[in-house]
């Protein structure tokens, strides 16, 4: 079995022992007599519906990015692979990344202890931190393009344009949710509940993007570059 397959394994286990652990296989309305009575007195409740999907929403983006990055490591055994300049950008990119992630972390933080105004500024900053981040993307594919390094001349050019891209694609996506979050938490007199778990849900969207930057850059740079001669065996 390749390394891809035990890593998809590895992600569905994880799904599927975190769904089971939040009771989601479990069936309350077959219940009855004592057993009803006290899970009723223990207080359990379901995890909210927006949870569980975030949980399954994770584990198949997941596995698409390790497809991405299976592939990557097979094409670039091939003698014509030749990465394109890292634009030094990249790096201000990953930090505005990370203050982005610690800034979801301290409004969830807050939202658990109920400051309704760190709230808001902490979700301000990690909205605009990660639009900075975005546009340092594209300041990226304007300097490679600029260099004429074009998607279409070298399969690895191709290569940094598909992940990069993908990866926005996704921040793109939170930054929707993120702004619903911040715009109900705008008009709170106080966090409720529903709140707290919006921003938690923000919070753990926004650390799952910064790990797979993290190894995407690794990847990009070339830090990865020993773990893709041990891909390739193992998958050729």
Not at 101 to 115: K, T, W
Not at 169 to 198: M, Q
């Amino acid at each position: 079995m390749s390394v891809m397959g035990l890593f998809f394994i590895f992600i569905f286990t994880v799904a599927i022992l975190w769904l089971a652990r939040q009771g989601v296989m479990e069936s309350p309305w077959l219940e009855e007599g004592e057993v009803a009575h006290y899970r009723r007195a223990a207080g359990a409740e379901p995890p909210p519906a927006t949870k569980v999907a975030l949980a399954i929403f994770l584990a198949v983006a997941g596995c698409l990015f390790s497809l991405l990055a299976a592939a990557f490591f097979m094409r670039g055994d091939a003698p014509d692979w030749q990465m394109p300049p890292i634009p030094g950008v990249l790096w201000f990119n990953t930090f505005l990344l990370a203050a982005s992630s610690v800034a979801l972390q301290a409004a969830l933080v807050a939202a658990r202890r109920a400051d309704v105004e760190r709230v808001k500024t902490a979700l301000l900053i990690g909205a605009a931190t990660a639009g900075f981040f975005l546009i340092g993307q594209m300041w990226a594919w304007r300097e490679l393009i600029e260099l004429k390094f074009f998607a279409s001349s070298n399969a690895a050019n191709a290569f940094f344009y598909l992940l990069t891209g993908v990866h926005a694609l996704h921040l793109v996506g939170g930054l929707v949710a993120l702004a619903r979050t911040t715009d109900k938490v705008r008009n709170a007199t106080r966090i409720t509940k529903e709140l707290t778990t919006s921003v938690e849900l923000c919070a753990i969207y926004w650390h799952f993007l910064l790990f797979v930057w993290l190894l995407m850059f690794a990847m990009l740079i070339g830090w990865a570059d020993g773990f893709g001669v041990i891909c390739r065996r193992l998958l050729s």
